[in-house]
């Protein structure tokens, strides 16, 4: 995860600490190279400029450069400054409501949505001692609906039985009724996702989400798809308001664009992320952890 960003940065910040002093052209010299690696790893130019700006501004002062060890220090602001870029505390899914507690989970067609609505809901159930309830609401593809069906035996997580005919409005009242019923704590709700950001995909959201005033909601994000996977989410948050998203794919991204941007763009903390295809793949997004991971 982030190998290459974190190669990048690493050697760019450990010049800095060879020396025994640091002039305020050594620290621009060495943003102008974060800059670029970070452009490199597809990070938005406006996440970019704001942070090395605020590290700029942190580090060039007199006490920073007079002291024992300046670049000690400068690598100390560039975490500070990674960790809140990258959300700071770093939130969980918050379930504080009346149950069944209904959560919507968002996001295009292929971005992990329905891997990611069983291994949540395997969580909450291992973890949390949930009961959770699953409906998949994939009218259009009901290779869909068995996968989670599938994925819901494997997992030991019940799913909605599948009634033939229905809208995703239906389904959705039907599956809270049934959690209201069955005694459940959640019930996730899997929306059809959709290759590209259309009109339809976005009104059935929004014609869900009234339907069922969901508790949270998740966008399902590919991190490998960089600042595709941002705007995805701006879009998804400007037509139906998103609570946060689950960030897939980290497994395999070497550069971190998404990651670094997505919070700092969105205003959306990332809540969970997707290290696998396993369904136990899944993380809590930890800003300090991935800090640390970036910088080595
Ligand atoms: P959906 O169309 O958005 O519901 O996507 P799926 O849940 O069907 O996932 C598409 C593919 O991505 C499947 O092969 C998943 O196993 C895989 N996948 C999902 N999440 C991850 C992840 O975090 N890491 C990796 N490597 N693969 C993932």
Redesign the pocket.
Known sequence: MFGTLSDRLSGILSGLTRRGSLTEEDVNAALREVRRALLEADVALEVVRSFTDKVRERAVGAEVLKSVTPGQQVIKIVNDVLIETLGGEGESINLDAVPPVPVLMV??????????TAKIAKRLTDRNRKKVLMASLDTRRPA?ME?LAVLGQQVGVQTLPIVAGQSAVQIARRAIEAGRLGGFDVVML?TA?RVTLDDTLMEEVAQVKAATNPHEVLL?ADALTGQDAVNTARAFDARVGLTGIVL?????DSRGGAALSMRAVTGKPIKL?????KVD?LDDFHPSRVANRILG
């Open positions: 996001g295009l067609q292929g971005s992990g949505k329905t891997t990611s869909a996968q899997d996702g399902v897939t794919r980290m497994d395999g992320v997707g290290i696998g295809e793949e």
